[in-house]
């Protein structure tokens, strides 16, 4: 009989971390605003009791219920890096001189930051 093992996840040393290439996912809904900042749009996962609740009480019943989430412009700046191409740690360069603060205030910021891009499902990191 084999045993049903987890895979556990691999925690990333700080160099390899810095080292991974964030890529934005394409099915990603998201839209440049005229002021600069970026508007994503993204379907709720809801229970069954809440899309039965969704579909009699929307205006059109086929529709999926979505939120929206604008981010400010050091949000927005560091979306438009994020090309698949620069590296985490590039882009905390990027900014550290953008915004003229330390690589340590940019660092915790940034990866703050693209971690819950990652958790939204809105990147990859690779």
């Known amino acids: ?3 049903s093992k987890r895979k556990k996840n ?11 290439v964030p890529k934005q996912n ?8 005229e002021n600069g900042d970026i508007l994503f749009t993204y379907a709720i996962p809801l229970s069954r009791m809440f899309q039965a609740l969704h579909r009699r009480f929307s205006k059109n019943s086929v529709e999926t219920a979505t939120k929206k ?3 400010d412009a050091m949000g927005s700046f560091v979306w438009k890096l994020i090309d698949g191409e ?3 740690g590039a882009i905390i360069t990027t900014f ?8 340590m205030e940019a660092e915790t910021a940034v990866t703050a930051f693209i971690k819950t891009l990652g958790q939204r499902g809105f990147i990859g990191l690779y």
Not at 10 to 20: D, F, G, N, Q, W
Not at 26 to 32: F, L, M
Request: charged share 30%; hydrophobic share 35%; aromatic share 6%.
């Open 86 to 88: 620069r590296s985490v």
């Open 26 to 33: 394409d099915t990603t809904n998201w839209q440049e605003l």
């Open 10 to 20: 691999k925690t990333l040393s700080r160099t390899e971390a810095l080292a991974c």
């Open 69 to 71: 989430l604008q981010l």
């Open 1 to 3: 009989m084999k045993s």
């Open 96 to 103: 550290a001189k953008e915004y003229k603060v330390s690589n």
